[in-house]
């Protein structure tokens, strides 16, 4: 009996061999995009090239874009025999999640295998606003006695420890729960945090979190705001303008989430001004450039979208992935469970259930 077809867009298998050669070559056979460009993509698609597929594997989310946006469009092509997207990485503003679960498609991500990467970033961020670490390290990097003295002296009035001060979290999911751990155990912080969904009364106690209803009132209270949240069409300049003026005077950001959740123009003239004293970027608004202008300001901490670039994370991106499609299909291309990281449930669930 053939095996169940999988689609594999982007790069090859780099780390997970064994697992990909014994156990998921066993389950299915794999077959991999050829059409390095959306119209050629399309045109696959539309003439069947790669029969009727039931996943679509995107081991390394550095490739495989070549199709551009997954978009009704795209998703419109798919062959009716298509369970499942999984995909490597966190971030899915590339994909209508919403669409693909309209059609009963399941979109996982590597939730969970970047967690304590992005969590010891986001710990870095903190310490570095606090304690203007980014404007002391480009002073030592001048190789000036000078300036190193000036620095010196400068860094010691105008820094603060982070015990005792509000980290406001804005979401509440894996990531950010290990922040708060984190932020609480090693940096004596207070943790409050908004998210549209509030965690069960028992989880937010064994953490050690205060819970906001509205993002506004966390913004008020919170010394320092640090954003775990998608990108999409809610999310997008979630800080903007209005909400940065509800930020404490002389506040902090960090956002190691995604670039646009942030309306970048307004950040700048809030770091200008002073409303907002410092900020952590590892993520920006027109990735891969840079804003010249934060780039020039000591009291910006940037980095270069590394939150989750460690090894340990790649590795499991890779192997998630694979894990994910096997959860979800069988071995003659039906459907026989959820993934473990989906991310559009309630789309799929509402498909499913009109199944019925």
């Known amino acids: 009996m053939p095996k169940p077809i999988v689609l594999h867009i982007g790069e090859p298998i780099k780390y997970n061999h064994d697992f990909y050669n014994d156990s998921f070559l ?22 069947r090239r790669y029969g009727d597929f039931v996943a679509i594997f995107r081991p390394h989310f550095q490739s495989g874009g070549e199709m551009g946006q997954w978009d009704e469009e795209l998703i419109n092509l798919l062959p009716p025999s298509v369970r499942i997207f999984a995909s490597a990485g966190a971030g899915f503003n590339w994909a209508d999640v919403e669409a693909l679960g309209r059609r009963g498609i399941w979109y996982a991500n590597g939730a969970g295998a970047s967690d304590e990467a992005v969590s010891d970033t986001t710990l870095y961020m903190i310490l570095s606003v606090f304690r203007n670490f980014t404007r002391s390290q480009l ?162 901490t940037m980095t270069t979208h590394i939150g989750g670039g460690a090894l340990d994370t790649r590795t499991n991106f890779e192997l998630n992935a694979m894990k994910n499609i096997m959860r979800t299909v069988g071995t003659t291309g039906q459907l026989i469970g959820e993934p473990f990281s989906p991310v559009n449930k309630e789309y799929v669930r509402d498909f499913l259930d009109r199944q019925i």
Do not use: W
């Open 139 to 300: 002073a030592a990097r001048q190789a000036n006695p000078e300036v190193f003295t000036a620095t010196h002296k400068l860094i010691a009035t105008i820094s603060h420890n982070p015990r005792g001060h509000v980290l406001g979290l804005v979401g509440l999911g894996n990531i950010s729960k290990k922040v708060a751990m984190k932020a609480k155990a090693a940096l004596g912080m207070e943790v409050h945090y908004f998210d549209i969904l509030r965690q069960p009364l028992e989880v937010e106690q064994d953490i050690g979190v205060t819970y906001h209803d509205r993002l506004d009132d966390l913004l008020k209270v919170a010394d320092c705001v640090s954003l775990h949240t998608p990108l999409n069409q809610h999310t997008k300049h979630l800080i903007n303008r209005d909400t940065l003026k509800l930020m404490k005077p002389g506040a902090r950001l960090i956002n190691t989430a995604r670039g646009e959740v942030v309306e970048e123009d307004a950040l700048i003239e809030a770091l200008e001004t002073g409303a907002v004293s410092a900020a952590g970027l590892d993520v920006h608004y027109h990735e891969p450039q840079v804003s010249p202008r934060l780039a020039a300001m000591e009291n910006v």
């Open 26 to 47: 066993d389950r299915f056979d794999v077959v991999r995009n050829d059409a390095l460009d959306r119209p050629s993509f399309m045109a696959a698609l539309k003439e």
